[in-house]
């Protein structure tokens, strides 16, 4: 899959073309089939970007981790692959400074890697029986206009 992502800079504009690969998917349900899932389950997602290798000129590979986990822990989802970023020499040097100094990759690449592996986790959610890792859909309270809004921290039910 091929996501493609462009960055402005003063009067011209560099793309960065993003391809994703995935190589391993690994999906586990702990809880049992017979036992309703609990109430509230709350899940982290975590992206993690585990280097940055320069190819050629122009092109750099990032291999990555995307994990979904569960509290109480009801599954374990885990997505690896590869972000391999082609662009402009300068933004490609760029990147590979950035990543020397222990910054993030540019946002166009966690949001294409992220977009991936949201789209496999859902999918093996639905396989496991288990709530996918979005937020919960809930309309809005209404509120007097004097009344300031109280956001509380999303749960998760089922």
């Given at each position: 899959?091929?996501?493609e992502a462009a960055r402005a800079f003063s009067d011209d504009c560099i793309v960065l073309r993003v391809a994703i690969q995935v190589t391993n998917?690994?999906?586990?349900?702990?809880?049992?089939y017979d036992t309703p899932l609990p109430a509230q389950v709350q899940i982290a997602v975590?992206?993690?970007?585990?280097g940055l290798d320069q190819?050629?000129?122009?092109?750099?590979e990032a291999p990555f981790v995307f994990t979904v986990s569960y509290t109480p822990s009801i599954a374990q989802l885990s997505v690896k692959g590869k972000a391999q970023v082609?662009?402009?020499?300068?933004?490609?040097v760029q990147m590979?400074?950035?990543?020397?100094?222990?910054?993030?990759?540019?946002?166009?690449?966690?949001?294409?890697?992220?977009?991936?592996?949201m789209a496999e986790v859902i999918i093996m959610s639905k396989s496991l029986g288990?709530?996918?890792?979005?937020?919960?859909?809930g309309l809005p309270s209404e509120a007097s206009p004097t009344q300031p809004i109280q956001r509380k921290e999303p749960r998760y039910t089922t």
């Open positions: 899959m091929i996501l998917l690994s999906g586990e349900r702990y809880w049992a975590n992206i993690n970007i585990v190819k050629t000129e122009s092109t750099v082609t662009g402009d020499r300068s933004e490609v590979t400074e950035e990543h020397k100094k222990n910054r993030p990759p540019p946002q166009t690449v966690i949001q294409a890697v992220s977009n991936i592996a288990i709530p996918p890792p979005l937020p919960p859909i």
